[in-house]
């Protein structure tokens, strides 16, 4: 990112201030508010309220490792002459060359469950919320 508008819609293109802004836009984002004892104990009532609606076998089905078996039956069921997606591949030649790469794709769908981390490539986003490429909201 060179370019980003601040909360004052004012463009900073230096490095430094965007990393702040960055910073301080994700820090505020993902910091729980401060809640007294009382509202504490109020939230868990309501909480103790809402039916499970994930039992713990689906739970376990969640998120177990995806295996071999699992990733072969999802590309063969993408459909065919689709545009390709950001990665360029047409589901046809995934389909033709399933045998040769499927131990590639295996280990890079299995890598966040080996390493216990997203790579950078699975947190990518692809579809902007707006037009405005500089706010760092998008």
Known sequence: MSILRDEEDREVRDEELILEQVYKY?????????????????????LTLIDQLVSEEENLQLTALPGAEELRNMVKDLPSDKSPGEDGLLAEVLHELWDEISPCCLKFIQEPWHSKRIGKYNTRAIIPKNEKKDDLRN
């Open 26 to 46: 994700y820090t505020e984002l993902y910091t729980q508010p401060t809640v007294s004892a009382a509202e504490k104990h109020e939230q868990d009532k309501v």
